[in-house]
């Protein structure tokens, strides 16, 4: 049960990105992603995503035994699977407000998906405070003209409305102050104690720490491998080069 990757192969213009890559992802489970910058890291998430130009060569993935892989991103999404890049896209002309309305479509299994306008308002209101951002946010177009920790809090925004099975952060805490990383590490563990699931990509070693991973895993030679707090120490102190 859960999401598997299973032998996940991926090339790109016949350059290895990772091969034969295995991950298991369960309930109330928060793996972390390390590696060095270009190393395939946000390659792997495009894949889990279905984006066109990130097909795996081969492999599969797997939703509770259910293969996802010739899946849509939007069937993707139904099935539980929720990705935030370092750079969202941005829409112009799309309110954060009609975004969010429409997204929710997307997750019939969510009660939210049953909401009157009056409740999903109410309802967004009371989020938006959670992850400190003010009413009039939900009129600007999506991500147009956003700061980088707005763009950030408007990811946990989503993950708070939306509630996915599995959640794949790259970078979420990238530029973050203190006081917003504690706010990310906080949403992250309040998610993870509803059943949530999350493999997060960071470079921040504190910040890593502060989530409690129950699981750590490093890219290397185009696979993953597992790692301990050991491991994490030694990355701070000498790179990955030391590996």
Not at 10 to 15: H, Y
Not at 31 to 36: I, Q
Not at 94 to 118: C, G, I, M
């Amino acid at each position: 049960m859960g999401l598997i990757l299973r032998d996940l192969s991926l090339k790109i213009a016949e350059n290895v990105i990772f091969e034969a890559l295995n991950l298991q992802l369960n309930s109330k489970e928060i793996h972390v992603l390390l590696g060095p910058n270009g190393i395939g890291k946000s390659s792997l998430l495009k894949a889990v995503a279905g984006h066109a130009d990130y097909v795996p060569s081969s492999g599969e993935i797997l939703i509770n035994d259910e293969p996802i892989s010739q899946c849509t991103p939007e069937i993707r999404a139904q099935k539980g699977v929720f990705v935030a890049f370092q750079n969202p896209a941005e829409i112009e002309g799309l309110s954060v407000a009609n975004f969010l309305r429409t997204t929710l479509k997307a997750y019939p299994q969510n009660p939210a998906y049953h909401w009157t306008a009056t409740q999903f308002y109410q309802q967004l209101y009371e989020l938006l405070a959670q992850v400190g951002l003010p009413k009039e946010f939900t009129s600007r177009s999506v991500n147009c003209g956003f700061s980088g920790g707005e763009k950030k809090r408007f990811e946990l925004l989503q993950l708070l409305l939306f509630k996915p099975q599995f959640a794949f952060l790259d970078e979420l805490d990238s530029g973050l102050d203190v006081d917003a990383k504690k706010l990310v590490a906080a949403v992250i563990t309040k998610l993870q104690a509803e059943g949530m699931s999350f493999l997060i990509v960071s470079h921040d070693i504190e910040f890593i720490r502060s989530l409690k991973p129950t699981h750590l895993h490093v890219f290397k030679e185009h696979r993953l491998i597992s790692a301990d707090i050991a491991t994490l120490n030694k990355i701070e102190a000498q790179g990955f080069c030391t590996l």
